[in-house]
């Protein structure tokens, strides 16, 4: 048994050791480049998948592989580093940084749930609305860190606001004249001490307040129920429980229910928002430098036209993914949702109390906030008009240089202007005087550094880096070979069998790990069956966010504690299905005129 704890404790050192050991007959026996670079691949890619080394850790191995194998020069894997990529996620988290300092983010998704109104269906719609909104932009973990408060915060007022009213109900029965309680005059004192009791609770003790109340209320409930049927024994006196556990643990499942779906709303749909925008996520980015580097002549993907092809699977995907969560934890009574002028129920005023009152503690829109809201509509058009397609964008207003501005050249000027922008301006006294501050610019360095996710961008060196090294040393055309056989399987199975490996992984491994892994390898696949890669490409990096174990979103939300992790299976496994099933619709039907998908290009 010691032994078995020794080598559990040094799991991660034995697989560190282990690893490289075990697979080194592979560059020895076979002494060709290809083996030594398949050698370096596996190695980096069992680091990833199981974390025995952190990730930029372990992308920073082909740095030193590669020249002493004779792959690459130094100078030249150490290029791979830094790319287009790095520069856009530079000037895109300027604009996350300021967005959170100044709790932009905040007022916009208060502001969406207040617009879609306080029915319980609809408030989990409106959650799942703005935290995909907000995900676009920022990280889907910073979306997910803001919104669960605000949740959290709502789904606790519901909870006293409906004790609160069936105490009030209840006191109200007790305070009318009823036949049926005169019999006895027992059940006045009872309910007489009931009342006394839930009164102390709420004001000495108000977080205690729900659970007592909920069982008075049932006993009350339960109480009209036998007085109704006129249910009595022999000696005239009522059948009537106090407590009545049946009901009570009814509605504490229902409690529960409204709990797991706001939560769960949350969770996906702040990892369903990023698939929006090529800047909503690491792996987006991943995926277009990855392709504009394969693929210079291509020149197709940019940020206008990944906009246009990815909005309706967002948001076919976040409305199924919201119709599967009600109705697995709640029912799904479209009846009642649609139903206009009916009169809110307490967990709705109590819903609509606990929003309005956090958005009155934003206050006005400050100087900084409105800076930054400029700064990113002007970031975001840009963006769209650069190369919209259907007209000259502006980077037609320099013909000698086509091509050489990209989304990273407006995302870098937006960027620097967070730096230079002062963050607060001259406010007049009483006097008449203007008051100086010192001058500070929106966003600082040490907050931007705080928000930059380095470990990101140092992964996704280490996959340019592997992507250059299978080019070099001829492994992707060896991999090409093998993967021909493929072809004479229909189009569709092809692309279902890559989401669902692609999918299959990204339960036990990061989404940028398992993308940097498999994009060299479904590229080849695509070339060798004579397939536009777009094809294969694009379906396969949407089916990345579909469950992922290991996603920091997902663990926030968990950590409130109203979730269990079959929870979470239940739930991911229906979004699971929907996600695969939306994203083969798309790529069957609108994607293909959006880039010709059934003619193989020439620039592949």
């Known amino acids: 048994?010691?032994?078995?704890?020794?080598?559990?404790?040094?799991?991660?050192?034995?697989?560190i050791v282990l690893t490289p050991l075990l697979l080194l007959p592979l560059p020895l026996i076979i002494k060709t480049k290809e083996a030594e670079c398949a050698y370096t691949l596996f190695v980096v890619?069992?680091?990833?998948?199981?974390?025995?080394?952190?990730?930029?850790?372990?992308?920073?191995?082909?740095?030193?592989?590669?020249?002493?194998?004779?792959?690459?020069?130094?100078?030249?894997?150490?290029?791979a580093y830094f790319k287009?990529?790095?520069?856009?996620?530079?000037?895109?988290?300027?604009?996350?940084?300021?967005?959170?300092?100044?709790?932009?983010h905040k007022r916009v998704a208060l502001r969406m749930v207040m617009l879609v109104g306080v029915n319980p269906a609809w408030l989990t719609l409106g959650f799942m609305v703005s935290c995909a909104f907000l995900s676009m932009w920022l990280s889907n973990t910073s979306a997910a860190a803001m919104v669960m408060p605000i949740v959290e915060a709502v789904a606790q007022q519901i909870i006293r606001a409906e004790g609160e009213a069936d105490a009030l109900e209840m006191s109200c029965s007790n305070g009318s004249i009823n036949p049926a309680l005169e019999l006895d005059g027992r059940h006045a004192v009872q309910f007489l001490i009931e009342y006394l009791f839930i009164t102390i609770h709420t004001v000495v003790f108000p977080d205690m307040t729900m659970t007592w109340v909920v069982l008075c209320a049932q006993s009350k409930r339960k109480m009209k129920k036998k007085r109704n049927s006129k249910l009595s024994d022999s000696s005239g006196t009522s059948l009537i429980p106090i407590f009545v556990l049946d009901e009570t643990k009814s509605r504490e499942d229902k409690y529960s229910g409204v709990f797991k779906v706001m939560c769960l709303c949350v969770a996906y749909s702040a990892t369903i928002g990023g698939l929006t925008t090529i800047t909503?996520?690491?792996?987006?980015?991943?995926?277009?430098?990855?392709?504009?580097?394969?693929?210079?002549?291509?020149?197709?993907?940019?940020?206008?036209?990944?906009?246009?092809?990815?909005?309706?699977?967002?948001?076919?995907?976040?409305?199924?993914?919201?119709?599967?969560?009600?109705?697995?934890?709640?029912?799904?009574?479209?009846?009642?949702?649609?139903?206009?002028?009916?009169?809110?129920?307490?967990?709705?005023?109590?819903?609509?109390?606990?929003?309005?009152?956090?958005?009155?503690?934003l206050g006005p829109m400050s100087y900084p906030e409105i800076v930054t809201f400029v700064l990113f509509i002007l970031m975001t058009l840009l963006w769209f008009t650069r190369e919209p397609g259907f007209i000259p964008g502006w980077s037609s207003l320099f013909p000698k240089y086509k091509g050489y501005a990209t989304d990273s050249t407006t995302a870098l000027v937006i960027g620097l202007l967070f730096f230079i922008i002062p963050a607060k301006t001259l406010s007049r006294t009483s006097n008449g005087e203007n008051t100086v501050f010192g001058y500070t610019p929106l966003i600082t360095w040490k907050e931007f550094q705080s928000c930059m996710p380095w470990e990101i961008a140092i992964l996704v060196g280490g996959g340019f880096a592997l992507a250059d090294g299978c080019e070099v040393s001829k492994l992707s055309e060896w991999v090409a070979s093998k993967l021909t056989p493929l072809g004479s399987l229909p189009l569709w199975s092809v692309i279902l069998i890559s989401c669902l490996i692609v999918t299959s992984v990204t339960e036990v491994a990061s989404n940028p790990a398992t993308i940097t892994i498999f994009l060299p390898i479904l590229s080849p696949l695509a070339e060798a069956i004579h397939v536009n890669p777009l094809f294969i490409l694009l379906p396969a990096t949407f089916c990345l966010f579909l469950l992922p174990v290991a996603n920091p979103a997902n663990a926030i939300v968990f950590s409130y504690g109203h979730l269990t992790v079959m929870d979470m299976v239940k739930a991911g496994l229906g979004i699971n299905i929907i996600g695969v099933a939306v994203v083969m619709l798309a790529i069957m039907t609108w994607i293909v005129p959006i880039f010709d998908l059934y003619t193989y290009p020439s620039w592949a």
């Open 1 to 15: 048994m010691k032994i078995l704890s020794y080598l559990l404790a040094y799991r991660r050192f034995l697989l």
């Open 280 to 361: 909503g996520t690491s792996t987006n980015l991943i995926f277009a430098e990855h392709f504009n580097t394969r693929y210079p002549a291509c020149q197709c993907i940019n940020f206008g036209s990944w906009f246009i092809l990815s909005i309706p699977i967002t948001v076919v995907i976040l409305l199924l993914s919201w119709v599967w969560l009600q109705w697995l934890f709640l029912g799904f009574d479209f009846k009642n949702m649609v139903k206009c002028g009916k009169k809110k129920t307490a967990r709705e005023e109590a819903s609509a109390q606990v929003i309005q009152n956090e958005y009155k503690k």
């Open 84 to 104: 287009d990529f790095h520069l856009l996620l530079i000037g895109v988290i300027c604009l996350a940084t300021s967005i959170e300092k100044w709790n932009f």
């Open 45 to 79: 890619a069992i680091f990833w998948l199981t974390e025995a080394l952190p990730l930029a850790v372990s992308a920073l191995l082909p740095a030193f592989m590669f020249p002493l194998f004779g792959i690459m020069e130094s100078k030249e894997v150490a290029s």
